[in-house]
C-alpha cells in the first residue's frame, strides 16, 4: 500500500458575478490528495493519511476519495472547517489567491493519528504544506523517523508560499528530510527557491551524498532530470496542446512511484542500483502522464489505460 500524507482542501474559483456578490466554482484539491487520487486511477493501491471535516465539504472530498478506490482508513474526521483556497481576478484582470487554513481540519493531525497507519505500508509519500504547519508537521516527522528501514520515503517539497511564506521554514524542512528520504522530486522552481544559485546538478550530487537514493528534478518545457548512484538521465517534455498545469507534478510523481512498482524498483536498494534505460523509462512513463493532465482543464488524472 502507497501512503500520501498531507492536506484535502477546497479550491474556490471565482467564475463571474452576482446581484449581491459572486458565484464561486468548488473542486476538491490538494496536491497529496490529488496525488492518492492519481495513484489509484492508475491501478495502485492508493490510502491517504490526513484529517478532514465532517462538514459538507468534508463529506465531498471523502466521496471522492471512496469513489476512485483510495483507502480512506487512515483518515481522521474532525469538526475543524475545511481549507479553503480561493482564486478570482483583481480589478487588472490578474489572478489573486487568498487562502484560509488557520486552525483547519488538515493542519489539526496529532500524534494519536499515527496508529491509523498501518506499519506494513510499502510507500509513505510526503510534501507540501502539511509538512511545514503545525501540528501536523510534527506528527509527518514522527511518522518518517517510525517507518525508516520499513517503508520507501517519497518526498516532493512543493512549496505554497501563500500558506508559509517563510522559506526559512521550507529549507530547514528539506535538511532535515534529505537523510531520510530514498525518493526525492522536486521542481526546478521550487529549488530555485530553496537553493538559490546551486545547479540542479550540484543540488542532486548533496541530496545523494545525504543518503536519496534517487533525485528527480522536473524542468517545466525543458523535460526532467534524475540522477542515481548508477546514472544521470534527461528526458524531453512530451508534446502537448497545454490547457492548463494544475496538477501536472502531482501526476508526474504518481506515474512515476506506479512505473516503479509495476517494474519491482519500489525499494531504497532497487532505486540505487537503477540502470539508466530503466531509469529513462520511469521518468518519460511520467511525463506522458503529466502531459495528459496538461492537455485537460484542472488536476484530472489519467487513469492506467490511457497510457501505454
Given amino acids: 500500500m502507497l501512503m500520501v500524507c498531507g492536506e484535502a482542501l477546497m479550491d474556490m474559483f471565482s467564475v463571474g458575478e452576482t446581484r449581491t456578490g459572486v458565484t464561486m466554482d468548488a473542486n476538491v484539491g490538494g496536491s497529496p490528495f490529488n496525488l492518492a487520487v492519481g495513484l489509484a486511477r492508475l491501478g495502485q493501491p492508493s490510502a491517504f493519511f490526513s484529517a478532514i471535516s465532517t462538514g459538507f465539504l468534508g463529506e465531498r472530498l471523502m466521496q471522492t476519495l471512496v469513489a476512485e478506490g483510495v483507502d480512506t482508513r487512515a483518515v481522521a474526521r474532525t469538526d475543524a472547517p475545511t481549507t479553503l483556497s480561493v482564486v478570482g481576478l483583481d480589478a487588472h484582470g490578474v489572478p489573486s489567491y487568498a487562502f484560509y487554513g488557520d486552525r483547519c481540519a488538515d493542519r489539526q493531525v496529532t500524534m494519536a493519528e499515527l496508529a491509523l497507519v498501518p506499519a506494513s505500508v510499502s510507500v509513505v509519500n510526503v510534501g507540501s504544506y502539511a509538512t511545514v504547519v503545525e501540528p501536523v508537521a510534527s506528527t509527518q516527522r514522527a511518522l518518517v523517523e517510525r ?73 517545466g518545457a525543458q523535460g526532467a532530470s534524475g540522477w542515481n548512484a548508477m546514472a544521470h ?12 498545469t494544475v496538477g501536472a507534478g502531482d501526476t508526474f510523481q504518481a506515474a512515476l512511484l506506479t512505473w516503479l512498482a509495476e517494474h519491482g524498483a519500489l525499494s531504497a536498494d532497487a532505486l540505487g542500483a537503477l540502470p539508466a534505460a530503466d531509469f529513462e523509462a520511469a521518468l518519460s512513463f511520467a511525463a506522458s502522464a503529466a502531459a495528459i493532465t496538461c492537455s485537460r482543464r484542472g488536476a484530472d488524472m489519467p487513469r492506467r489505460s490511457e497510457l501505454a
Wanted: proline share 8%.
Fill in 147 to 219: 517507518q525508516q528501514g520499513i517503508s520507501l520515503i517519497a518526498y516532493d517539497p512543493n512549496i505554497r508560499l501563500n500558506v508559509e511564506p517563510d522559506l526559512a521554514r521550507w529549507r530547514d524542512q528539506l535538511q532535515w528530510m534529505l537523510p531520510r528520504t530514498q525518493l526525492l522530486k522536486v521542481s526546478d522552481e521550487d529549488l530555485g527557491l530553496l537553493m538559490p544559485g546551486t545547479t540542479i546538478d550540484a543540488f542532486a550530487a548533496e541530496a545523494l551524498a545525504h543518503g536519496v537514493k534517487a533525485v528527480i528534478v522536473t524542468r
Fill in 233 to 244: 538521465v534527461t528526458v524531453p517534455p512530451v508534446p502537448v496542446q497545454v490547457i492548463d
